[in-house]
């Protein structure tokens, strides 16, 4: 099966400009996360989507960071204004469903890396 | 106190040995516990998961989960130069509406 697709890979802007991240989830996996992962560091969940509903966004800046999921399969995640702090790569990951647990089994695309001048 | 702890390293083994990576956590209630391995400028892909208290292998691979100790770890046998990697610890947090949280990794290096 074709994995998780992002785009674009590789984004460097200045500050205060704006950008956008797309991804599109393997075939059929209703939950879509949006993951920050700072250089050195664990990936963050941003946001989570079942479906095209959001089930978790405590941790999105929501002054500067946006995202949306038409129509339950792609998303697009944009900043704006992009600061400093915001390089860093955004993983984009999804799953099937609830796995055993309560939680997902997890499948990432190959993620967006941000440099912010 | 962090959510998810790992020790960042460099953890040093040798080709061969065992390698031993360990993650601590806080949420009591947490059921669900995953490593992923990530080499330098990829993504995460997951190794294992476990959910259960004990041991659970595969291949090389043997996660060992100790719900009340709050503790979970990884051991590679036979370590290989290809396992050198950053490896993950991942727990779903249920007092945070199930939320998959990553440790900030550890570091592995294994020498040839």
């Known amino acids: 099966e074709a994995g998780v697709a992002q785009s674009p890979r590789y984004k460097i802007i200045e500050k205060r400009q704006s950008v956008a991240f797309w991804c599109n989830p393997i075939?059929?996996?209703?939950?879509l996360y949006w993951y920050q992962q700072i250089l050195g560091q664990g990936p963050k969940l941003l946001i989570q989507f079942q479906n095209n509903g959001v089930v978790d966004d405590s941790q999105l800046p929501k002054d500067r960071f946006s995202a949306e999921r038409l129509k339950g399969v792609d998303s697009t995640l944009k900043i704006q204004p992009a600061k400093l702090e915001d390089s860093a790569v955004y993983l984009c990951?999804?799953?099937?469903?609830?796995?055993?647990?309560?939680?997902?089994?997890?499948?990432f695309g190959a993620g967006s890396r941000l440099t912010v001048l | 106190q962090k959510e998810v702890e790992q020790n960042s390293g460099p953890l040093s083994v040798p080709e061969g040995a065992i390698a031993s990576l360990n993650c601590t956590y806080s949420?009591?209630?947490?059921?669900?516990f995953f490593w992923y391995r990530q080499y330098s400028g990829k993504s995460p892909e997951l190794i294992m998961s476990?959910?259960?208290?004990g041991d659970k292998e595969d291949g090389r691979f043997t996660a060992q989960l100790n719900k009340a100790s709050q503790y979970v770890s990884l051991l590679i046998r036979d370590s290989q130069p290809s396992d050198s990697a950053t490896y993950l610890c991942a727990v779903n947090i249920r007092n945070a509406g199930n939320m998959l949280t990553f440790g900030g990794g550890t570091r592995l290096m294994v020498k040839p």
């Open positions: 075939s059929g996996h209703a939950t």
């Open positions: 990951a999804s799953s099937l469903g609830r796995g055993q647990g309560g939680a997902n089994v997890l499948t």
């Open positions: 476990i959910y259960s208290n």
């Open positions: 949420d009591r209630g947490s059921q669900s």
